[in-house]
């Protein structure tokens, strides 16, 4: 029934950001103050029994999600950020995408060595930025509990990518 409800609630955006790509739009999910608590329970709920010491949120979309979830364990939250957002000192990784490169970063004291990370994104395509900010997770000397997302576009295949890092990958709606 949730997923029926997100489905419902998730808007395609034809040739958005370019031609041929349909944008999955979440964002009528948070004018639905129920549905969004329910998504929140959900994912709380798949990680009952995994120990995970703080949730990564990826800008800007896995900020609608990730301090929610956080709040609701008692953990702290961790913003990643594009490169020169953040004000204090950084920790970053560089990747490509397919139509160039990006960089992004947490602030160096965020990730506690030896502390396991659960990093969260409102929707997995072909995990290049999920996978980005495990890299940092590694790079701080810590552990990569798992992964969780809104939506996971299956025919992009990032979960087989991430799961060089973790199988732990969950997702509430497939497409």
Not at 61 to 90: C, D, M, N, S
Not at 95 to 116: C, P, R
Not at 150 to 170: A, M, P, Q
Request: glycine share 8%; net charge neutral; charged share 25%.
């Amino acid at each position: 029934m949730l997923e029926k409800q997100i489905k419902d609630s998730i808007r395609d955006v034809k040739d958005f950001p370019k031609e041929g790509i349909i944008f999955k739009d979440i964002t009528p999910i948070l004018e639905n103050p129920p549905l969004t608590k329910s998504i929140t329970k959900e994912f709380v709920r798949l990680m009952d029994g995994m120990r995970v010491d703080a949730i990564m949120g990826v800008e800007s979309r896995g900020f609608f999600w990730g301090p929610l979830i956080a709040q609701e364990l008692g953990i702290p939250f961790i913003p990643v950020r594009k490169k020169g957002k953040l004000p204090y000192k950084t920790v970053s990784h560089k990747y490509d995408l397919e139509y160039g490169s990006a960089e992004i970063e947490v602030h160096e004291d965020a990730i506690k060595k030896g502390a396991n990370i659960l990093i969260h994104d409102d929707l997995l395509a072909t995990g290049g930025t999920a996978a980005a900010a495990a890299e940092i997770v590694l790079k701080q000397k810590a552990h990569v509990a798992g992964f969780s997302f809104l939506v996971i576009l299956d025919f992009l295949n990032g979960v087989e990518y991430l799961s060089k890092y973790n199988n732990n990958i969950k997702g509430l709606v497939n497409y």
